[in-house]
């Protein structure tokens, strides 16, 4: 059984005046997940590749959660994405809030170069999947900040038992594309409901234990 999960998103970047992976967080956040009585908090993380491990890591110790989901948007794709594996590199074209453009740079130097998740992502794609909704499994995040994210939440994994962690990239939401029909979007509440679905499956797998 799973007793609290910490939903994060991010704040706008990239000229977009809000996030897709923020405004799922905020709303499964308050509408919980039928059916399972889990405590679901959302918190916000800054696109900032030198703050962001510590607002994390604070997040993780105030609340305890057995379950991080971790959020964030790509303009490049119409479905969701469950993120398989996170490299310990940073490297970027764009600059993130604070202005800070990585340069091949590691995230934690002489440590793995890559972190798996040990969910169980096969079984999050079929369920989404079961539901209509479009969804894949990646093998890169990419190397900006939701990759520097995803690496620091596995390296806490390591250290602390108990905890579990998925990165998910999600596309724009129907309202930010209104003006750029060209760009990829999906509907809010199916990317609620996929990630409410990880939270059933998770919870569902650690009931069978
Ligand atoms: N997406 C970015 C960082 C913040 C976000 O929502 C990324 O894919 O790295």
Redesign the pocket.
């Known amino acids: 059984m799973l007793h609290r999960v910490l939903l994060t998103?991010?704040?706008p970047?990239?000229g977009y005046t809000d996030?897709?992976?923020w405004e799922v967080a905020q709303r499964v956040a308050s509408c919980g997940v039928e059916g399972v009585d889990v405590e679901v908090v959302a918190v916000q993380?800054p696109?900032s590749f030198a703050r962001v491990g510590e607002v994390l890591r604070s997040a993780i110790e105030l609340h305890i959660p057995d379950l991080v989901i971790m959020?964030?948007?790509?303009t490049t794709t119409d479905c969701v994405r469950l993120e398989r594996v996170a490299l310990n590199m940073m490297d970027s074209r764009k600059a993130?809030n604070d202005g800070y453009i990585a340069d091949e740079e590691p995230i934690y130097e002489g440590e793995e170069s890559a972190l798996f998740t040990s969910l169980p992502i096969k079984s999050f794609r079929s369920a989404i999947e079961a539901q209509g909704i479009a969804v894949k499994i990646t093998n890169s995040?990419?190397l900006?900040?939701?990759?520097?994210?995803y690496y620091e939440a596995l390296r806490l994994c390591r250290e602390r038992e108990g905890l579990q962690a998925i990165f998910v990239?999600l596309p724009l939401y129907e309202g930010q594309t209104l003006s750029q029909p060209d760009k990829k979007s999906m509907l809010l509440g199916d990317m609620c409901r996929a990630v409410q679905t990880i939270i059933e499956e998770t919870n569902d797998k650690n009931r069978e234990v």
């Open positions: 998103g991010f704040e970047f990239g996030n897709s992976s993380l696109v959020l964030g948007q790509t993130d995040a990419g900006y900040v939701c990759n520097r994210t990239h």
